[in-house]
């Protein structure tokens, strides 16, 4: 573009342009100075390539292009004593890094220009250039209807824009020029005057104006003889979102559109050379100039449909699309690890250059899964920068795109009818992207993408190949952002995985593969913890969770650090329990097995642990069963337990299938759906008399060991001759236990003798039991006088 750019100024301005060879080997600075001098007033000199005749002030004498000039010369003759006045030097360059400060100085080079590639809006103009319609205005009469020199083509409701026109005579709505930036609308004639005999038009501001027709936003245009007036097709717009931002020259771009017109133009011929043009095409008799003018307009609307759909083609070389700044989102989203990415944000983590060598230890305290398992080893791989994880993280181009989804479906002979995925839902709506369909509205009619599929393949392909191309396209195409691929091959690879035998599943999902950090959803930024219900229910042991939470343990971060003796008396687990529990907390390499319960499966893993269970069922239940327990990027919220428990107790595939939405609970539902067991019933207290002597002083429980010794009832303990040593042998170690115990013995059996007393006095007759108690007194009288004569025997002694 830099000549073109020359040429164009030049042009502009009305100089003269004079090309001067400085590689001349027959030229001297004497020459050099004649020549310069003798340039023609307002004329612009023209040195091209200047970094490949000096480098360093040093002729390039070894690649055949040095010349008889040298540097000193060079720079004398461009603003020296004898350098000529009134005209533009005009150097170009690949390099402007190799030039010598001196020549670029200012006094010299006094304006730089760096023409780039071409912009979007810069594709989307050339677009224009080459497909639409364009007229100039002839006249323009008093009512505002604007006549055209040719037939215009226009439809009303087209936009249009203002181009060119004469400085001595602009077009003016209101005594203000028109601006080529300026939309308007055109209205046409009624519908009795054919289409390719149509020369007069009216603008309008709005859409809606040009639509109604009358007087309310009428543009009264004056002037502007030989204006252009130019549609802005919708297509210009698509084809400019499809090519990157200066990626791609405009020599080349320009190539392209040319290319796609004139195979168009091929086209046509080739079909009506068979035969097979559409009867409204076929009709139109070459040799009337106004039916001529249908038949261009048909070859142009093909071109500039096809120039939209094949883009690819423009874009097949390599594109690096690696961003200096680069989110952990974004990042991760390329290997399926985007759920992660709110821990390593919460951490300072934001973005792809803050992952070091040191995360892989830190990481293992922020979550489990970050600890053991299939995702833990691909995030080791991205942090050590393993070759295999770079491979698979570098975006897919959009030729690889296209030939991925031919490679994967091509052998099908049969296609859904209906364009339905018989795998899994159809995405929302608001997720689906548009595709290249060609333009087409009520008046106009364009060709349909599958007559532009076919020309572009060059070979009468049957029509079932004709969908599986089309289907190919669409799919290049949604994947497209700004004429790059914003999918890693990793992504890509388990996307046709997921959707094995499916393309019209692979096409509908999609959408899903292009999402960025921006798309994400409030729900899906910040950053939790895995609960103790979430960690405790992968293992089958979520019946725990409630002692744990009512030890202060509502974070598995909180209790990771619990002994399996901690853990027994914590959660109140049996012995086997807590052994199971604390080996899978610690992520044991020596309980793999055990660990191995607790980790989220693959993709793979889902359609293994189906076929497993359903021998019988076909290979497409495995794989509808492993696409709704996964998301988009293949990932699950189920451990392989709790997938092998579900499957165990569906009694079929169909069964298994059905229930899944209520088998399979997302954590946060299940979660929230638990209710805390109903403490049990306080154990009925024991009614046996012991138990019940026992209670009196604090000792019931104690009344196990009399009870194990058949020593229920009152007769029964009091008749045993318990001592000490018996009373340590039932299992009763307190000494004051039993010193206590023992006299509660002794007093109930003096209590029991006072009692046979007074049952005794009870049974007998008045008189006998006076004389028995006058009898007792006496015999206690003669003891105690026996006592006492016996004890002043003693003292006389």
């Known amino acids: 573009g830099k000549t073109s750019f020359a040429q164009v100024l030049a042009g502009e301005l009305g100089l003269d342009v004079c090309l001067m060879n400085l590689s001349n080997q027959d030229m001297n600075d004497d020459d050099l100075a004649e020549l310069l001098r003798a340039a ?69 080079c006094d304006m730089h220009v760096h023409v780039q590639k071409a912009s979007q809006d810069q594709a989307r103009r050339m677009y224009c250039r080459f497909f639409a319609r364009e007229a100039k205005v002839k006249v323009i ?31 003016e709505a209101n005594f203000d020029i028109i601006d080529e930036n300026t939309t308007y609308f055109v209205r046409t004639p009624g519908l009795d005057v054919p289409t390719s005999a149509q020369k007069d038009l009216l603008l309008y501001d709005t859409l809606a104006h040009a639509e109604v027709g009358g007087s309310k936003g009428l543009v009264l245009a004056t002037g502007g003889k030989n204006t252009k007036l130019q549609s802005l097709p919708p297509s210009a717009a698509r084809f400019g979102s499809r090519i990157p931002e200066k990626q791609i020259s405009m020599a080349k771009l320009q190539g392209y559109l040319m290319k796609q017109k004139l195979e168009s133009e091929q086209h046509f011929k080739a079909l009506s050379h068979k035969g097979q043009l559409p009867p409204e095409i076929s009709a139109i008799d070459l040799a009337d100039d106004e039916q001529r003018f249908l038949y261009n307009e048909a070859v142009v609307n093909f ?60 990481m293992e305290q922020w979550d489990p899964d970050l600890k053991t398992g299939s995702q833990r080893d691909r995030m080791v791989a991205l942090i050590d920068n393993n070759e295999t994880i770079k491979g698979q993280l570098q975006f897919a181009d959009l030729s690889v795109l296209r030939d991925r989804f031919l490679a994967t479906y091509q052998h099908m002979q049969d296609l859904p009818t209906n364009g339905a995925s018989t795998l899994a839902a159809p995405p929302p709506s608001s997720m689906s992207r548009s595709t290249s369909e060609p333009s087409s509205s009520e008046n106009r009619k364009g060709p349909t993408r599958k007559q532009i599929v076919r020309q572009s393949s060059g070979v009468d392909a049957p029509e079932n190949q004709l969908n599986m191309l089309d289907m190919a396209h669409q799919f290049q195409e949604a994947l497209e952002c700004n004429g790059k691929s914003q999918v890693s091959l990793w992504q890509l690879e388990l996307h046709f995985q997921r959707f094995a035998g499916d393309p019209h599943g692979a096409l509908q999902h999609c959408h899903a593969l292009r999402k960025t950090d921006k798309d994400r959803s409030t729900q899906e930024q910040p950053f939790e913890w895995m609960t103790t219900f979430g960690f405790l229910s992968r293992i089958g042991l979520e019946e725990y969770a409630f002692n744990l939470e009512d030890n202060k343990f509502k974070m598995w971060v909180e209790w990771k650090h619990l002994s399996k003796d901690e853990l027994k008396d914590k959660a109140e687990m049996p012995e086997k329990v807590a052994a199971f529990c604390h080996s899978v907390l610690q992520a044991s390499k020596d309980r793999a097995d055990l660990v191995r319960k607790f980790q989220l499966p693959l993709f793979a893993d889902l359609q293994s642990f189906f076929q497993s269970r359903f021998p019988e069922a076909p290979a497409q239940d495995a794989q509808r069963f492993a696409v709704r327990l996964t998301d988009d990027a293949g990932s699950t919220h189920v451990s392989c337990l709790q997938v092998e428990c579900y499957l165990k107790e569906a009694k079929s595939p169909a069964e298994a299938l059905a229930n ?19 403490a049990p019933p306080p154990p009925k207290e024991c009614e046996e008399w012991v138990h019940l002597w026992l209670k009196k002083e604090g000792l019931e429980h104690q009344s196990g060991p009399f009870m194990g010794q058949a020593l229920s009832k009152r007769d029964e303990v009091l008749g045993a001759p318990l001592d000490h040593i018996i009373l340590t042998g039932m299992g009763i170690n307190k000494i004051g236990e039993r010193c206590k115990i023992l006299k509660m013995i002794a007093a109930e059996k003096g209590t029991t003798e006072a009692d046979k007393d007074d049952k005794r006095k009870d049974d007998m007759p008045n008189g006998k039991e006076a004389a028995v108690e006058k009898e007792s007194a006496d015999k206690g009288e003669d003891k105690a006088s026996k006592a006492n004569s016996g004890k002043s025997g003693k003292n006389k002694k």
């Open 40 to 108: 023609p007033p307002r004329s612009m000199l023209l040195l091209e390539d200047v970094d490949a005749i000096f480098v360093e002030r040093t002729a390039a004498a070894k690649g055949g292009r040095g010349g008889g000039v040298s540097f000193s010369g060079l720079l004398n003759a461009l603003d020296g004593a004898a350098a000529q006045e009134g005209c533009v030097i005009m150097l170009t360059t690949n390099h402007k890094d190799r030039l010598d400060e001196a020549l670029i100085r200012p006094g010299r």
């Open 141 to 171: 009469d008093v009512s505002g209807t604007i006549t055209m020199d040719v037939t215009h083509g226009f439809k009303t409701g087209d936009p249009v824009a203002c181009k060119g026109g004469s400085v001595e005579d602009p077009m």
């Open 303 to 362: 071109a500039s449909e096809a120039a939209v759909m094949n883009v690819h083609e423009l874009l097949d070389v390599k594109i690096e699309a690696e961003e200096e700044r680069v989110s952990i989102y974004d990042y991760l989203h390329r290997l399926g690890l985007h759920r992660f990415a709110p821990i390593f944000e919460h951490f300072g983590v934001r973005e792809k250059k803050q992952i070091t060598a040191e995360l892989k230890d830190r």
């Open 660 to 678: 899944l939405a209520q088998g399979l609970l997302p954590v946060s539902v299940a979660e929230a759906a638990r209710k805390r067991p109903e």
